[in-house]
């Protein structure tokens, strides 16, 4: 990845996940679940060139035709960029770290905790991880992912391709947006009904919040049990929409 503009050292610390430069070139930082604004403020032209040398090794592009982007770079870190006019201010350049190896559910919770899940997963319950932005949903479901028997084919279907299990079969299939002329879009829903057609003993999806929940309800409850998923929402009755939620 790019250390342009003075952001070497924030990418190389362990603790930071997220680097935000902001369109007045204030650049943020998210260190151990702490949003931190830093010292650094790039000028437009540094902001324009580490836009470039960022999306460079993507293939990806980003102009006023098509002013936001969401790349993953050859780190596994992902990338967002947003421009003018979309961006009032300026160009927006947010950095999401590669988190590196998977965690172990005995990481995440005390022993009774991590023998229930554990339990869960090896008897192929359905399992569906919800919370907030930046809650470690997806650290959660690698780190059940890392549970499931190793003889079984695992295909992981994400947004943007974030988990790395260590696992001897595992199939990783991430969506892609359309291009700038609006074709050649491939959605999480397509992924999962493709996915199905490959033999899957489980499924990861990454990201449910649209049709494709119809689809992994249908796949969970005709053969495909113990599917594993996470889903943006603040708990689990904001996710299952009840009444008094903020689900719509």
Known sequence: MSRDGGLGELLDDAAVAEVMVNGSGAVW??????????????DPPTVDSLIERLLAPTGRRVDRRAPFVDARLPDGSRVNVVIPPVAVDGPCVTIRRFVGAPRALEDLGPPDVVALLRELVVSRANVLVTGAAGAGKTTLLGALGQAIPPHERVITIEDAAELTLRTDHVVRLEARPPNSEGVGGVTVRDLLRN??????????????????????LQASTTGHAGSLATCPANGPLDAKGEPGSSAR
């Open 29 to 42: 930082v998210e260190r151990r679940g702490v949003l931190e604004r830093t010292g650094l403020v790039l």
């Open 195 to 216: 996915a199905l057609r490959m033999r899957p003993d489980r499924l990861l999806i990454g990201g449910v919040g649209g049709a494709e929940a119809v689809d992994l």
